[in-house]
């Protein structure tokens, strides 16, 4: 009878080990996925820095191309008396341009910010799946061990037994 409990709750303790086990392979795969996805982030990063470094220099560009129009523009103005319609025009143009680089620009670094962010709470998210597999493993391992101590006073207990009868 006593054997009986001992072994029910050998047994109970192993199915407990067995879901703990199980769970911790669930959360390792969950860290797997969660460090997938932060690498994921980090080009995605990357790529926005690399697309804003463009823009930014195309922005640099461009309001060096209006700059020098409006100079243009203002020679022409100072020296003849009247602005050229054609160069008027291209600055015009240009002026548009630019707008759109800034506008682009300024999406691209919205862009980086968010993946950013995004990158942190992927972090944050792995460092703390990390730490609790690893508790989980450590609890795991205790259990484990709890289970061999039993098992070895219950064969104790069994071969002590065995010896009397």
């Not at 006593?2 to 390792?28: F, N, V, Y």
């Not at 209006?66 to 243009?72: A, Q």
């Not at 691209?108 to 460092?127: H, N, W």
């Amino acid at each position: 009878m006593i054997l009986d409990r001992r072994s029910t709750r050998s047994g109970s303790a192993e199915a407990e080990a067995k879901k703990a086990a199980a769970r911790s392979q669930k959360d390792a795969a969950e860290l797997q996925r969660l460090k997938q996805r932060c690498e994921s982030a980090e080009q995605s990063a990357g790529e926005a820095r690399r697309a804003m470094a463009v823009a930014e220099k195309a922005a640099r560009d461009k309001e060096a191309e209006v700059m020098g129009l409006i100079k243009k523009v203002g020679d022409l103005e100072g020296g003849v008396g009247g602005g050229d319609d054609a160069l008027a025009e291209q600055l015009a143009e240009r002026e548009d341009e630019l707008y759109d680089v800034r506008t682009q620009l300024e999406d691209e670094q919205e862009r980086a910010k968010s993946l950013e962010q995004e990158m942190e709470g992927l972090r944050q998210q792995t460092a703390h799946g990390s730490a609790s597999t690893a508790g989980e493993l450590s609890n795991l391992q205790m259990d484990l061990d709890d289970m061999r101590e039993a098992k070895e006073r219950a064969e104790a207990m069994l071969a002590n037994a065995m010896g009397q009868r």
